[in-house]
């Protein structure tokens, strides 16, 4: 069973505009959620992280929000630029494992 | 700067035979991680190794074996090649010492294909 989701596949945004990346989860028991960028033919790379204790952590043009009544974090990306098309994994933290959810395409149109 | 290198960029072997995909990090981390990449699957872990000649089973280790004989090191080995193993396969290390946030460095991947 899948212990962290996200459930749009895809996101399609213009330049300038916000993107809103979702995920949702099942265990209470975590530490942290990080999100990852990963671009084709690299390998993921580190974004941000939020803290369990914690319900937003911004950093430059990224923010994620945590809603643990609803275990649902969201990654805003405010302005979006073409340079952030690529595919955004969020992942759980269980001491230095990391369980990743499905990804999501963003692209952003010029 | 924390580097990973992943010995292929693709590969393509035939169903049956053994194949090695080796990992290097040159940070000196603890902790050193395969996963494989599959659309609409996300990453998912296979093996994961906290120490030197330790090594931990993941998500998905059916039909996989590791190895770690040194701390830079981590070879994950198909014993013999099937057609669904045909994938993205990642490396990644972290160092173990960030607890809840250790974030993990990864390869640039191995795109293996099984003919």
């Known amino acids: 069973d899948q212990q962290v989701k996200q459930n749009s596949p895809s996101l399609s945004v213009q330049e300038g505009r916000i993107s809103i990346l979702n995920c949702d989860y099942t265990?209470?028991?975590?530490?942290?959620f990080l999100w990852y960028k990963k671009y084709p033919a690299e390998g993921p790379t580190f974004l941000i992280s939020?803290?369990?204790?914690?319900d937003k952590n911004e950093d430059g043009r990224f923010t994620v929000f945590l809603n643990k009544s609803a275990k649902h974090l969201s990654l805003h990306i405010v302005p979006s630029q073409p340079g952030d098309s690529a595919v955004y994994f969020c992942a759980e933290t269980s001491g230095s494992r990391l369980t990743f959810g499905e990804g999501t395409q963003l692209t952003v149109n010029p | 700067d924390v580097k990973v290198t992943q010995s292929s960029r693709y590969l393509v072997k035939r169903t049956g035979e053994k194949v090695f995909l080796e990992c290097v990090q040159d940070?000196?981390?603890?902790?050193m991680f395969w996963y494989r990449q599959d659309p609409g699957l996300g990453l998912r872990l296979i093996y994961f190794s906290y120490d030197v000649k330790m090594k931990e089973k993941g998500d998905i280790p059916e039909g996989y074996s590791v190895s770690r004989e040194k701390k830079e090191r981590f070879s994950l080995i198909l014993e013999s090649a099937s057609t669904n193993q045909t994938s993205m396969y990642l490396c990644?290390?972290?160092?173990?010492?960030?607890?809840?946030?250790?974030?993990?460095?990864f390869g640039p991947g191995t795109r293996l294909t099984v003919l």
């Open positions: 940070m000196d981390h603890e902790n």
């Open positions: 939020i803290s369990s204790i914690k």
């Open positions: 990644a290390s972290s160092s173990g010492l960030a607890g809840g946030d250790d974030e993990q460095f």
């Open positions: 265990n209470s028991m975590f530490d942290y």
